[in-house]
């Protein structure tokens, strides 16, 4: 069947688009051998695991079992006498309490503690960390907090989560919808008039598809290491994908200057997306803060997989209007992503889908209302293909359900309806750069997919343009999903205090014991946070002053998230 | 029993840097008195290559040879300002800094060898192989260990450049969704082979043959080494893997790799590859990042496949035996179609 089976094959197909390139070039295009190719082969680069300091102290965390419990009481007092335990950490003894991961991009609501202690919203949420001479110590000793819980209702899956009545999952969002441009609980897409062209297509087709969450699965687990450095200053040597996406993390929820942290990383075991969300460094430099010596927060595998954000689960509803030729002429979507208890990044996955709607096709009606919807479940955060590889699934198993409707060999519906340069695409812009209809011929030719003439001889360059090119002459729009009590901007006020939302128009009514977003007691807590035992040299408190905006990290000014 | 063979197609775009943009990535190159460079970033190496791919990248826009540059990162000492390496944006956000870096660098370079040639700079070119010389002249030149050192003790000019790459941020609008997501776009299709055992249920993955289209390959085997693992990562996406297999219940989660299945070497696919090169205008050199798009279309060809071998739609990830046998039970048995 295969016209290569039995081995693997590579090639360049230098002669496509070879007038669009200049192949002379020194080392460009070149298999030249990785910088970091010996230290790997020979096991001597160095990963954070490897900054093992004399004295190093282990962070382990005490963490819910339930979905979904409000946190009645911590008692640490009998593990705060185990051997080896140094300090236990709980929510009030960090600075700032509350974050979300993309203010640094001024993009969302702070809805996370580091450490809650209000109540939980997922199974692994942490509530106190554990800080001792051995990591055993440390576990033995997490076993040993008490929490006094009140279990609550809890909600699992996405169109639940949405219906009027269900838990309040995250307090900053009371009816479990990220608030899009403060103004709707979905994001839209609208082009053309889907309702209408679905009406006068030959058939429509529909489906549901879904995907499960995926673990990131780096062979290196998520951790740091912080010890103190000269001055007042904190070096933290960390697996991080995102050096200063964690920088800004820690500097916020630690109100230090980012002046005060040495931040080093960059040889990475794996991150596939999961190495973004900055947990273990504000933890580890907080450790070393409070106890005065090196301190390692390190996921073990168990936590990895369940406690660590995995790509989080999404479900599509697709509907398409086809003609009896295979002209697609109306798509229509309706998204779910499960962003878990947290907002995380999903929210902003969710505007790179629908960007990224109908997939590489030009279709002259399109529809989209895609939701960001918080569960009982572990926060969800990137993952390779972030945003884009749910939908891709259900685009591109949908097509082959329309091919088969309207009997066509499969690659050749998607060459027929595959964008060219010059056309208009559905969020707006003109299409360029286009290579789908070859990479498609490409594929065809070596799997010995026989193609119609018409996309046998197709390109990318031709067919585009003209009146593919133009704006639909009306779109149909709607307030569907409207949402009231938002800020128009979604994000922060600028001082960094939380915007305080309130009720949507179609949020239940709140649990009993209702509090402010994100528990009311957030920051600044670190005051009366007893001193840890006096280790040389004497630690330094977090300051425990309102965080100011650290304007170098963050972006003055989003309009597309802030109007004014 | 039988195994049924089935082919599945699929076809996809990725937009390519971080979306919306907003989000600039910074570089900064020097050069030592002996004429070796060194870039500064705070870009993350997660295997993917980023410091190989922004050494040749410097090289290339310097006119040095690979081995005069070495590329250090993430020291946020040092590092100027990156947020990370994620949304395809390392290759084409820092790739462009560098060469923004790398031809600042490369002008005072040019300047110092000029000076010492007592020619005009704007004459000069690189060979590539560490020598300045004069265009069309090839006897007048000098080494760029030469020029550096000249720079250095004689002229006092520093060879050193400054490159950021900012796409300025986009607009989403609430009621149509109007934006500029990113500038380019990948692709890529592919067709699948599987078998499916209609008495187990398991589905392998048994031949792909794909093209990629990645604007340039910047370096073929760091492009090839993406392809063929994000291949393999997608067909585990698409038949082995979740952290919760009876979502939306969290029961019987995975916490060790013996329970958390992923394909092994007897499990792997061939994969037959073809890049194709279309080069993105704002790309570095062209390239447009291959890294993440690389398993989507694996795993909508895997149960379109499936499908083609037993008629059975499996419309919910992971594929597993179970789904696959309630299927083939629902149709009171297999339906081989072998349509494609």
Same mark, same amino acid.
């Given at each position: ?37 010996? @230290?790997?082969?020979? @096991? ?27 946190? =009645? =009481? ?143 699965? /780096? ?11 000269? !001055? ?5 040597? *960390? ?15 630690? !109100? ?107 279709? /002259? ?13 572990? /926060?969800?955060?990137?993952?390779? @293909? ?88 009306? *779109? ?89 | ?9 699929? &076809? ?33 190496? +997660? ?48 790739? $462009? ?19 010492? +040639? ?92 794909? &093209?990629?289209?990645?604007?340039? &390959?910047? $370096? ?83 149960? $379109? &496949? ?33 349509? +494609?």
């Amino acid at each position: 069947m295969s016209a290569q089976s039995g081995k693997n094959g590579f090639e360049l197909r230098k002669d496509l688009f070879a007038d669009e390139r200049d192949d002379n070039l020194n080392e460009i295009g070149k298999r030249i051998r990785r910088q970091d190719i010996e @230290g790997h082969v020979t @096991g001597r680069s160095p990963f954070y695991d490897d900054h093992l300091f004399d004295g190093l102290l282990h962070i382990r965390c005490v963490r819910s079992p339930h979905h979904h419990a409000r946190i =009645r =009481r911590i008692d640490t007092s009998r593990a705060a006498g185990m051997d080896g335990v140094v300090r236990i950490v709980t929510g009030a003894d960090v600075p700032v309490n509350l974050n979300t991961l993309l203010s640094l991009l001024d993009f969302g609501l702070d809805d996370e503690p580091v450490l809650s202690h209000a109540k939980v919203a997922y199974k692994g949420e942490p509530v106190a960390a554990v800080i001792a001479a051995t990591e055993a110590q440390a576990r033995a000793a997490a076993q040993a907090v008490q929490v006094d819980w009140e279990v609550l209702p809890h909600v699992l899956d996405v169109e639940e989560a949405l219906k009027p009545g269900a838990p309040t999952v995250n307090e900053t969002y009371p009816a479990n919808a990220f608030v899009y441009h403060g103004k709707y609980d979905h994001q839209k897409l609208r082009y053309g008039d889907v309702d209408r062209a679905l009406a006068e297509a030959d058939h429509v087709v529909e489906g549901r598809y879904e995907m499960s969450p995926i673990e990131q699965a /780096p062979i290196e687990t998520c951790g740091a290491i912080a010890a103190q450095e000269q !001055n007042g200053r904190y070096v933290c040597y *960390t697996g991080t994908q995102a050096l200063f996406f964690s920088l800004g993390t820690a500097s916020k929820v630690l !109100n230090l200057p980012s002046s005060r942290l040495h931040f080093i990383g960059g040889t990475v075991g794996g991150g596939f997306g999961g190495k973004v969300d900055s947990i273990h460094e504000p933890l580890a430099i907080l450790g070393t803060m409070l106890t005065g010596r090196p301190c390692k927060s390190q996921w073990d595998r168990e936590e990895e997989m369940q406690v660590g954000a995995p790509r989080g689960a999404e479900r599509w509803y697709v509907t398409d209007g086809v003609m009896k030729d295979g002209r697609i002429t109306a798509r229509k979507f309706t998204g779910y992503f499960d962003s878990g208890a947290y907002t995380r990044l999903s929210s902003y996955a969710i505007i790179k889908g629908v960007g990224h709607l109908p997939g590489p096709y030009t279709i /002259p009606n399109v529809y989209a209302d895609v939701y960001c919807v918080y569960t009982n479940r572990t /926060p969800a955060t990137a993952m390779r @293909g972030f945003g884009i590889t749910g939908v891709d699934f259900a685009i591109e198993a949908h097509m082959d359900k329309v091919a088969e409707r309207v009997g066509m060999n499969p690659v050749d519906l998607r060459i027929l309806n595959a964008y060219r340069d010059g056309d208009m695409k559905a969020h707006r812009r003109v299409a360029k750069n286009c290579a789908l209809v070859e990479c498609c011929q490409v594929a065809a030719e070596k799997a010995g997919v026989r193609l119609s003439p018409d996309p046998l001889a197709a390109t990318s360059m031709t067919g585009g343009g003209g009146p593919r090119g133009a704006l639909p002459a009306h *779109t149909a729009t709607d307030e569907n999903g409207r949402v009231e009590g938002f800020s128009s901007g979604s994000y922060a006020q600028k001082d960094g205090v939380s915007v305080q939302p309130v009720a949507a128009s179609k949020a239940p009514a709140m649990a009993t014991g209702q509090r402010a977003p994100g528990g009311g007691s957030t920051p600044p807590q670190g005051v009366s946070a007893p001193s840890p035992a006096p280790p040389a040299p004497v630690p330094s408190q977090p300051a425990a002053k309102k965080p100011a905006r650290s304007g170098a990290m963050r972006f003055s000014s989003l309009s597309g998230f802030r109007r004014r | 029993m039988t195994r049924h063979t089935g082919r599945g197609f699929a &076809a996809i775009n990725y937009p390519i840097g971080m979306n919306l943009g907003g989000d600039p990535s910074q570089a900064l190159v020097h050069s030592n008195p002996d004429g070796k460079f060194t870039v500064a970033l705070s870009a993350i190496d +997660l295997g993917q290559g980023m410091k190989s791919v922004t050494r040749q990248i410097a090289a290339e826009t310097l006119g040095v040879p690979i081995a005069d540059v070495y590329v250090d990162t993430a020291d946020s000492d040092t590092g100027p300002h990156d947020m990370g390496s994620f949304a395809s944006r390392g290759t084409h956000r820092m790739g $462009n800094a560098v060469i923004e870096a790398s031809l600042e660098a490369r002008s005072v370079m040019l300047e110092a060898a000029a000076e010492e +040639l007592e020619v005009d700079a704007g004459d000069l070119v690189t060979d590539g192989q560490g020598n300045i010389h004069v265009r069309g002249a090839p006897s007048r030149s000098i080494t760029t260990m030469a020029a550096a050192q000249a720079a250095q003790f004689k002229q006092g000019r520093t060879i050193a450049g400054r490159g950021i790459f900012l796409v300025p941020l986009s607009d989403v609008d609430p009621e149509t969704g109007e934006m500029s997501p990113v500038t380019t776009f990948a692709h890529a299709a592919l067709v699948v082979e599987v078998t499916v055992d209609d008495e187990t249920g398991e589905v392998e993955v048994v031949d792909i043959q794909s &093209a990629y289209e990645v604007g340039r &390959a910047l $370096n073929p085997g760091l492009v090839e080494q993406q392809l063929r693992g994000g291949a393999w990562m997608g067909m585990s996406h698409a038949a082995w893997e979740t952290t919760e297999p009876y979502y939306p219940a969290r029961d019987h989660g995975p916490v060790d790799f013996n329970h958390y299945v992923m394909p092994g070497p007897g499990d792997l696919a061939t994969h037959h590859i073809s890049v194709l090169e279309r080069p993105a205008e704002d790309g570095p050199y062209g390239g447009k990042g291959p890294g993440e798009m690389c398993a989507n279309p694996v795993l909508p060809a895997v149960v $379109n &496949a499936v499908y083609d071998a037993v008629g059975v739609r499996i419309d919910a990830l992971p594929v597993t035996p179970e789904k696959v046998l309630r299927g083939l039970q629902a149709n009171g048995g297999a339906r081989p179609r072998q349509a +494609l």
